[in-house]
């Protein structure tokens, strides 16, 4: 027993220094260089430095802050840690940043930092995933549920001619933003195409290889599939894959929400016929125009609508900045994007 | 035959009426080609589940397996995606397999610890540590590595065949070599099988060391079926296998367990979800049915153990 609390301990003690020595070296080499001055400080956090999705988001936090003139601190975790963040944040307050735009990893864990930021007279905008709406000034929203959903049932229907069984792969039935995208599909699907008939759900775990196996259990299923709809990531790989081995590339058509590196043979073979996601060099770039109009006085609560740079108007509902309309990856545009 | 292996035999009854609801209500389910897929795409588990099988039979558990597949099957993308030669990607996954369950052995079988906890920390450890490493970026392997290079009919034929060999393979080795008798003593009785002659910290290191190797190789077979690696791959599998293993009647409290039950009960657990896919039942039972599947064959086991007095 006292073998068993002793290794507990041991494995408690290995995570925990792991998560506390795994983080990069603050405030490194802000992108300017120069002395602060009267410049502008924005402090920018991606929820971990390495992941591809962000490295594309600071492409566009950069061009903005070079557009205007700024300082740019770009800093995070290594992988996905909520207490790193907080760690982080902490230092920009007592390095005295003008304002601080972060992807929450954890709601709650990071929302308690964030205020004390805005108690020292530091503003705050959240993007990609919100804190609590009091923890920060604005939320640079990237996609609405609605927008989505929208999105994926229109692009299904126009690629099925209209009608036509489809299916669904999820990554699980309780995943609370998959049920809210599922319910505003149904929606779209009942109002604009009731030609589209959803012949089956399936749950892949979040994982490729299951949602292949789904696949290839649905294709043989449903002969009259004509489409598989994937609104988590690894599924759209896998579902293409299992097209594939099925032969049926270019007859059962295959959509999702996804990640352009993953998707990109598929694309360009032809199984794969869009992916859906939002511009992440945008949302970078319009996050930190947000960032500076707001720690100028430019942007305050109850604008309804906000000037992005070079990228022109953005609509705002309530504290909510839009970055509009899903954007979709095709062979044509893949090239474009590494991430 | 029949008497013995009552509970074998039971249980692949089940399987049988659900094969032959099946083929009234669904026929298309026996369709060639989606089959032979399915079950190309099922048979790393059962490598897995022999694996299992056998560290169960030693009276031990390792729930890490899940986390090392997803090693060794990065270890395998990343050796393949190096541009090195094709056998030295299969070796360093197996080899990676193998350390892994010889780092489980030596705690266990070393230091004396409890299976359960030694293998959740390195599940745990492995899992993050993959997490740490890879950021859950898949890795595009070379276009050689798919189906190691066969058309894809004859590398599914491929992986279904390896993993039926592993599976004669263990049961012979299990039943007629004195290694195998020696596990089933161990699991049974530790001490009368230290008094036989057997040494049972080197039987359980072993097990492990067997049980890692497994788990790299059915992570070659999982890495060949598609283009990509995905680091996340292997979650929950340690369940479907350890699943597997005891509705196939093998004892969780060791010595008691065949192949022939595994193969079984990892056939029945595997049909169950693509069964009600092709039934149209709503996705929300698929658990509620394996968990009842899995109820069922401990509480036979339970009500046995009762009968005979153990």
Known sequence: MFRSFALFLCLGFVLLTGCSKSGPDTGASPSGGTPAGKRLTIAFMPKSKGNGYFVSCKQGADQAAKDLGAELIFDGPVSPDPAKQNEIIENWITLGVDVIAVACENKDGISTALKRAKDKGIKVVTFDSDAEPAARDFFVNQATPEGIGNALMDEAARLCGGTGEFAIITASLTAQNMIEWQKYIEARRMAKHPGMKMVALRPCDDLKDKAQAEATTLLGAYPDLKLLMNICSPAVPGAAEAVKQAGKAGKVKVIGLGLPNENRRYLKDGTTDTVILWKTVDLGYLTVQAAAALAKGELKAGATSFKGGKLGEFRIVGDNILLGEPFKFTKENIDQFDF | ?310
């Open chain 2, 1 to 310: 035959m029949l008497k013995r292996h009552f509970r074998e035999f039971s249980v692949l009854g089940v399987l049988l009426c659900v094969l032959a609801l099946m083929g009234v209500f669904a026929p298309d389910f026996f369709a060639p080609q989606p089959l032979l897929s399915r079950l190309t795409a099922a048979a790393p588990k059962l490598v897995v589940a022999c694996g299992i099988a056998v560290v169960m039979v030693g009276r031990q558990i390792d729930i890490s397996v899940g986390s090392l597949f997803a090693v060794c099957s990065v270890v395998c993308g990343l050796v393949a995606a190096a541009k090195l030669p094709l056998p030295l990607a299969v070796a360093s996954a197996v080899a990676a397999g193998a350390i892994g369950g010889a780092l489980n052995g030596a705690l266990v079988a070393g230091l004396r610890l409890p299976s359960i906890v030694v293998t959740l920390a390195t599940m745990v450890t492995l899992r993050e540590g993959l997490r740490l490493a890879q950021q859950g970026v898949f890795i595009d392997l070379p276009d050689g590595l798919q189906w190691i290079g066969l058309p894809m009919i004859g590398g599914q034929y491929l992986v279904c065949g390896i993993a039926i060999t592993v599976l004669v393979a263990m049961a012979a080795v299990m039943r007629h070599l004195a290694i195998g008798r020696a596990v089933h003593a161990v699991g049974s009785d530790a001490e009368a099988a230290r008094l036989a002659g057997i040494r049972p910290r080197l039987v359980t290191f072993g097990v492990f060391v067997l049980t890692g190797a497994l788990t790299g190789l059915a992570a070659v077979m999982n890495v060949v079926q598609s283009p990509q690696v995905d680091p996340n791959t292997g979650r929950m599998l340690e369940l479907e296998a350890i699943a597997a293993a005891v509705v196939g009647g093998v004892a969780v409290s060791g010595g008691r367990g065949n192949l022939g039950g595994v193969l079984v009960g990892f056939l029945l657990l595997a049909c169950i979800t693509p069964a009600l896919t092709y039934i149209g039942v709503k996705p929300y039972w698929d658990k509620a049915i394996q968990g009842t599947v899995i109820l069922l064959a401990v509480v036979a086991d339970g009500l046995r153990n009762r009968k005979n007095g153990r």
